[in-house]
């Protein structure tokens, strides 16, 4: 079993940072894919970011050049830093994990253990 709880979330102006956390605990395997992902009221979760075990990253258009993931493995915790947020950043975040097989993909459904998820709200 693998634990994800994320914190960091909050309210902040167009244009503003913030940075999320995602505290990762329980087994977890040395090849692994973990995403970021959000959802906004009445719209589907999308992937924003991921990263794997490798550190190697990938992004959503919508937010590549604004947001970065990134990862301490010695403090099992998992970073998204977001940049330059607007409007349209508004949305529940969620981190994601699952055991990496060959590829990592921003699909929702490739991840098995999901946090709890935490609200940025941006305004104009």
């Known amino acids: 079993q693998v634990q994800l709880v994320e914190s960091g979330g909050g309210s902040v102006q167009a244009g503003g940072s913030l940075r999320l956390s995602c505290a990762v605990s329980?087994?977890?395997?040395?090849?692994?894919?973990m995403g970021w992902f959000r959802q906004a009221p009445g719209k589907e979760r999308e992937g924003v970011a991921l990263i794997n075990d490798a550190g190697n990253t990938w992004y959503a258009d919508s937010v590549k050049g604004r947001f970065t993931a990134s990862q301490d493995s010695a403090k099992n915790t998992l970073y998204l830093q977001m940049n330059s947020l607007k409007p349209e950043d508004t949305a529940t975040y969620y981190c994601?994990?699952?055991?990496?097989?060959?590829?990592?993909?921003?699909?929702?459904?490739?991840?098995?253990?999901w946090g709890q998820g935490t609200q940025v709200t941006v305004s104009s």
């Open positions: 994601a994990y699952t055991t990496r097989r060959y590829g990592c993909y921003l699909s929702s459904s490739t991840y098995n253990y």
């Open positions: 329980g087994y977890t395997d040395v090849n692994y894919c």
